[in-house]
Each structure stands twice: as structure tokens, then as C-alpha cells.
């Protein structure tokens, strides 16, 4: 039987002959078809990541700047430091407000995409959508720093709405507030959220895509209200999608060296701080250092998440 | 029939129709269904009988026209308010919570305390069989213990209208069988009126005390499943309740010397032979040519072309030998009992 089909093969072409082979081997195809994504995943995507983390463990001299093989534990104890603590905090409840508006805006958006758009108005959404992210990330934020300035569009719109003195108290709030919407948290806050809204409604709605509506049905025709079917049926069978997004805007925030250094005040985030240690102070440890609290935080996010049963619904 | 008291109708429709920009899914509907009563509404996928269950549960709002649940107005009232519980085609469980919670959650989302949610819950459960199964998630179960569940989830709200879509058709011919006989067994038991719609006019015919047939969002003929075999008032109705031959006009016209269609059942015409002769005026006889036989185990089912028009008859497997029965292209002589003949509305079929 064996050599019958061998000699069927032999009069077909090569590319003929190569596909019946790795339709009877299908080890061979699955070698062939992960070789180089596993390549490049494993070495270059993960190994550099290893590499920096390793780094994180090296020695600074911060007397003669440079870098030695020695291992030490001190770049992660100076994390510590109020300092350096502070510039965590920092970032870190930016990002979890950043996420939270995010999913509040996004979720209203995604909903009605799914529930009601017909074909043209959800080609629309998502246009709409994605636009943004078409242009430059730099652009838009040194876009922003010209919107939120005491002479553009946005300070324009609110002294001719005769809220200047709504605004001067918002801005008076410690820290949310600051001297101009240029230079605080508030505007700080509004451009993350602005950037990174896309990364939440996206997976979003392809959670919301994902539930049947007579589940919806079915929960109202066992008497629930609508609020009672959203917190019991909707939420949860959407969370995952939630979860999804918001470890793109909240990841995407602590990294974020860009929109800290143009808008909002002074003081370092992890992106800045990472920036700052690696160029310009060539401290190369404390940065790999600083690099490991985002990938920290997130695997303690998701965690939590798992607990509250935000997968079991995958 | 006589007008049925208010306090007796569970659901009334009074002239609804329900449109999609111009399409007529429910068109000029009236019905009454009593209370206890085995309702069943039949039709063709797209004839608008889901779309009327819709309508009573309250995913779908009427156009035109009022419907009454217990001589309440509906129509503007949302489902969460309606005394009607849903079977869904699909069952549609909710996918992220166990079997016990499925069926305990008509009962959680009215604040009834939870111990005696679940004591009601696993009642429910038992009712259909499925005790054991309180803590498996619905993904876990085989379509027929899905169906029960959903069954049960409905139920366990008590509500005096149980709304049945298709609820059996993703179960195989057995089970669809034995759920038919547990549903009917159900009925009895609870007394509460089940409205049930279906494709499957067997299914129609052997469980419900009164059937609606459908077609293309107008009600044909509400009648009992016997009246309705025997008694069709319209070729639609003969044609889709069992097998019936539908003759239209003009070969009503040739045959009887009336202009008016009729039908007759394919097991009421006989193979022509010498026991009629041309005085016998009860009895209509015609030539045809056959066309294909079908083998159905006990029965044959013999397709015979006879003028523009096909006609099934049906035959006997135990009285006639394979050497009997008719061949393809032979040329037979049929004839019926004129008493076998029911008149039809005169329309274009």
C-alpha cells in the first residue's frame, strides 16, 4: 500500500508532491509552521526581556557612574525609597483612573455599537473609532498641550460658556488641580484617557459581540429589571472583555514616558523615570528595576481579577 | 364558537400586526387562548408564529392592535413585568452560572431570600429529573438535560402562561418523542396554559388541545388538531397539516364539474380496479403515470403524474407484495370516494 501511493506521488509536480507530504506528516507542518514565531518569540521577544530583567540585578557605582557584573539586590530595595515610591504611587493611580474612565466612556460606546448599529453605523464606530490612532501618538499630544493652553480652543469654550470660575476651582483642587489645565493632573488625565480609549472599546465589544441577546431576553423574562440584568447577566459575561482593555490602558499608562513629560507638572513617572535612569544618568539597573513594577502590578491585577471569577466566563 | 368569558382567556390578540419597515411579519392576527389550554401555533419558518410568541412574552411590540394577558393590556408593558415565563429555542442558559443558579435566578432577581430560592430551586430540578446536576455549569449537560433545565428555570417562577419556542427541535427523533410525552404529562399535572409554537405539524397535532396554523404572518385556521386533518378550510392548512393532495380549480373543474378546489388524503385514494364501475357516481376516477415510489417500512408512498398535476398515494407494504406494487412509468388508474373530499376555500394557492 505504502509504495502504491509513494509511486502516485512521483509523477505530480514538486509543490504537488510537498503538500501531500506535509498532509501525511503533520509534524513536519507544525515544525515548519511554529519555527519562526517561536524564534522570534522566544529569543527575541522574550530573551531581551529576560536580558533586561538579569540587568536589573547588576551593580551602579553612582560615585564613577558605571555599570559592574556584581549581583546585587540594592536597585530593587531603592525602589523603596520615598523617592522612588513616590514615583510609583504616582503612575500608578493615574493608571487606575485612566482605566476606570476608560471603561466607563467605553463601555456605553461599545454597547451601542453592538446592540443597535446596523452595518453602516458600526463600519462607522469603528472607523470613528480607530481614526485616532491613525495619527502620530507625539502629534496628538503636542496636539493636546496646544488644546489645554490658556490660549486654546478649550479655554476658549469655557470663557465664552461663563465657566472660567468652575474651571479656576476644579484647577484649585490639590493634586488634581494646577496653575493652568496645561500643566495639571486633570489635563494629564483627559490626554491619557483621550489616547487610550480606543485599547478599552475595542475588546470590549468583541465581548459584548460574544453574548447572545436572547440571554438578555431570557434574564428580563424571569422578571429581572434592567440594572439587575446588567450587574447578573451582562457584566459578567463581558467582564473578561473588560479586563482585556483595561490591561491595555492600564500597562500602557504605567509605561508612558511621552504624555507625563508634556502635559501635567513636574515629578516623574515609571516611563519618565526609566528614561531618565537609562539616558541621561546611565543608570541601566535601576531602570531594568523600575521596568519590573509595571510587569509586577499587572500579574498582581490579574490575579485579583481571576478571583473575582472575570475568566470563568472564557 | 361561542365567545369565551374574559376571566377565562389567558392571552387574547385583538387585530395585531406587527411590521418591520414593510414587512407584515404578524398581519391583522386575532386569537383568544383559553386558560389551561395546550395552545399550539404552527407554520412555516418566517410565517410569524415565533414573532407572535414574542409578542406575549414582550421582546417584540405590537404595531397594531392590543393584546391582552389575563384581560391586562401588554402591549407597552416590558417582559420583566409580564406573569409569562419563556422556553427558548436554544435554551439560552446563562453560560457563566451553575445549573442550580440558572434555575434559582427568576427567584433571586424578586429578592426572595436565598435559602429558600435554592430550596425551590433544586424542587424544581427534581421535578425534571436533573437533581444530581444542580452544581454542573450548562456547557457541561447533553441538549436533552439543557432542555430540562431550561424547562425547569421557567417553571420554578410559577407562571400562569409557559411560552414554548421550538423547545424540541435541536433533540434527536427518540428524545424529541419521550419530551413530547413529559411536556403533555407536565400539562396535565400543572394546569397552567402552555402556548406552544412549532414547525412540526406532528408534533402540533399530538399534543395540543387547539391548533393556530400559520402562513406569511396571517392565521390561517385555528381549530383542533382533528377538525383541522379532517375539516381544512384552506389549501395552505390541508397542505401543510399531514400530507393532503391539493386540487386546484381547474382540474376540480374536469373531475367534479365545480369550479371549487378540494383535497384528499393520500392514504384515501385506492389503485383503480374492476370493484368500480362508471355508475357508482360517488366515486372519481383518473389516469395517471407514476413517478417515483418512496419505501417508508410499512407504507410505500407512490408519487402519480396525473394532467399538470402530482398526486401522492400511499400504499400498503403488508397487504401488497414487492411484485404488486406499481413501477416507475407504469401507467395506473386511481380513484377516491367523493365523501373523502373536503372543499376548500376558493383562493389562489
Same mark, same amino acid.
Given at each position: ?25 503533520? @509534524? ?74 476608560? %471603561? ?80 495639571? @493632573? ?11 480609549? &480606543? ?37 459578567? =459575561? ?13 500597562? =500602557? ?14 515629578? =516623574? ?16 539597573? =535601576? ?28 | ?26 398581519? /391583522?392576527?386575532?386569537? %383568544? ?28 411590540? &405590537?404595531? +397594531? ?19 409569562? /415565563? ?11 452560572? /451553575? ?78 418523542? #419521550?419530551? #413530547? ?50 375539516? &381544512? ?25 365545480? /369550479? ?13 380496479? @374492476? ?7 360517488? +366515486? ?9 415510489? #418512496? ?12 394532467? @399538470? ?18 413501477? +416507475? ?17 376558493? #383562493?389562489?394557492?
Amino acid at each position: 500500500m505504502q509504495s502504491s501511493i509513494i509511486n502516485a506521488d512521483t509523477s505530480k509536480p514538486f509543490g504537488r508532491k510537498f503538500s501531500n507530504t506535509l498532509y501525511r506528516k503533520n @509534524n513536519l507542518f507544525l515544525f515548519l509552521l511554529l519555527t519562526p514565531p517561536l524564534l522570534w518569540f522566544g529569543v527575541v521577544y522574550l530573551g531581551s526581556l529576560f536580558a533586561l530583567l538579569w540587568q536589573s540585578f547588576y551593580t551602579f557605582d553612582s560615585f564613577s557612574m558605571a555599570v559592574s557584573n556584581d549581583l546585587t539586590l540594592e536597585n530593587y530595595r531603592s525602589l523603596f525609597d520615598a523617592t522612588n515610591f513616590d514615583i510609583i504611587l504616582r503612575t500608578l493611580t493615574m493608571a487606575v483612573a485612566v482605566t476606570l474612565a476608560t %471603561a466607563l466612556i467605553g463601555f456605553p460606546i461599545a454597547y451601542y455599537m453592538t446592540r443597535y448599529g446596523s452595518r453602516a453605523e458600526k463600519g462607522f464606530f469603528y472607523i470613528a473609532v480607530m481614526l485616532p490612532m491613525w495619527a502620530s501618538y507625539i502629534v496628538k499630544t503636542y496636539a493636546w498641550t496646544v488644546i489645554l493652553s490658556q490660549q486654546g480652543i478649550l479655554y476658549w469654550c469655557i470663557n465664552h460658556l461663563g465657566l472660567s470660575g468652575a474651571l479656576n476651582h476644579v484647577l484649585q483642587i490639590p493634586a488634581i488641580g494646577g496653575n493652568t489645565l496645561a500643566t495639571s @493632573n486633570l489635563g494629564r488625565f483627559i490626554v491619557f484617557t483621550y489616547i487610550w480609549l &480606543p485599547f478599552m472599546i475595542l475588546p470590549i465589544q468583541a465581548a459584548l459581540e460574544r453574548v447572545p441577546t436572547n440571554l438578555l431576553q431570557a434574564s428580563a423574562d424571569l422578571g429581572a429589571k434592567p440594572a439587575q440584568t446588567f450587574r447578573r447577566v451582562l457584566l459578567p =459575561l463581558v467582564f473578561p472583555g473588560v479586563v482585556a482593555g483595561s490591561i491595555f490602558t492600564f500597562s =500602557l499608562t504605567l509605561g508612558d514616558y511621552i504624555i507625563p513629560q508634556l502635559i501635567g507638572p513636574s515629578g =516623574l513617572y515609571i516611563g519618565t523615570m526609566v528614561y531618565t535612569m537609562q539616558g541621561s544618568v546611565g543608570n541601566m539597573p =535601576l531602570a531594568a528595576a523600575f521596568t519590573v513594577v509595571p510587569i509586577t502590578l499587572i500579574f498582581i491585577y490579574l490575579s485579583l481579577a481571576k478571583r473575582t471569577g472575570a475568566f470563568d466566563a472564557l | 364558537m361561542t365567545a369565551i368569558p374574559d376571566v377565562f382567556t389567558a392571552v387574547e390578540f385583538s387585530i395585531v400586526s406587527k411590521h418591520y419597515g414593510d414587512v407584515r411579519a404578524v398581519d /391583522n392576527v386575532s386569537i %383568544a387562548v383559553a386558560e389551561g389550554e395546550f395552545f399550539s401555533m404552527l407554520g412555516p419558518s418566517g410565517s410569524g408564529k415565533t414573532t407572535c410568541l414574542r409578542l406575549i412574552a414582550g421582546f417584540e411590540q &405590537p404595531s +397594531i392592535g392590543s393584546i391582552k394577558i389575563f384581560g391586562k393590556e401588554a402591549a407597552g408593558t416590558p417582559p420583566y413585568e409580564r406573569e409569562v /415565563n419563556t422556553v427558548f429555542q436554544d435554551y439560552a442558559l446563562f453560560p457563566h452560572m /451553575n445549573v442550580l443558579d440558572n434555575v434559582a435566578y427568576g427567584l433571586r432577581v424578586k429578592g426572595i431570600a436565598k435559602p429558600e430560592c435554592y430550596k425551590r430551586a433544586e424542587q424544581a430540578l427534581e421535578q425534571v429529573a436533573l437533581a444530581e446536576y444542580g452544581k454542573r455549569k450548562p456547557g457541561e449537560l447533553s441538549g436533552g438535560q439543557r432542555q430540562r433545565v431550561a424547562l425547569a428555570r421557567a417553571l420554578v417562577n410559577k407562571p400562569r402562561v409557559l411560552l414554548l419556542d421550538e423547545p424540541l427541535g435541536a433533540l434527536d427523533l427518540k428524545l424529541r418523542e #419521550q419530551m #413530547q410525552l413529559e411536556l403533555k404529562t407536565l400539562h396535565k399535572k400543572l394546569g397552567i396554559t402552555f402556548i406552544y409554537v412549532t414547525h412540526d405539524q406532528s408534533e402540533a397535532l399530538s399534543m395540543s388541545d387547539r391548533v393556530a396554523v400559520f402562513n406569511r404572518g396571517k392565521i390561517e385556521q385555528v381549530d383542533t388538531p382533528r377538525n383541522l386533518y379532517m375539516h &381544512p378550510k384552506t389549501s395552505f392548512v390541508a397542505d401543510f397539516v399531514g400530507t393532503s393532495n391539493v386540487i386546484n380549480s381547474a382540474m376540480a373543474q374536469q373531475l367534479t364539474g365545480q /369550479n371549487q378546489p378540494f383535497s384528499i388524503r393520500p392514504e384515501h385514494i385506492k389503485l383503480g380496479t @374492476n370493484e368500480f364501475n362508471d355508475k357508482q357516481n360517488d +366515486i372519481i376516477k383518473v389516469a395517471g403515470e407514476v413517478v417515483d415510489i #418512496q419505501y417508508h417500512g410499512a407504507t410505500s408512498k407512490v408519487e402519480v403524474s396525473v394532467g @399538470n398535476q402530482m398526486l401522492f398515494m400511499v400504499l400498503s407494504n403488508t397487504e401488497l407484495s414487492e411484485a404488486e406494487l406499481p413501477k +416507475i412509468s407504469q401507467r395506473l388508474n386511481l380513484c377516491w370516494s367523493k365523501s373523502r373530499m373536503v372543499m376548500l376555500e376558493n #383562493q389562489a394557492s
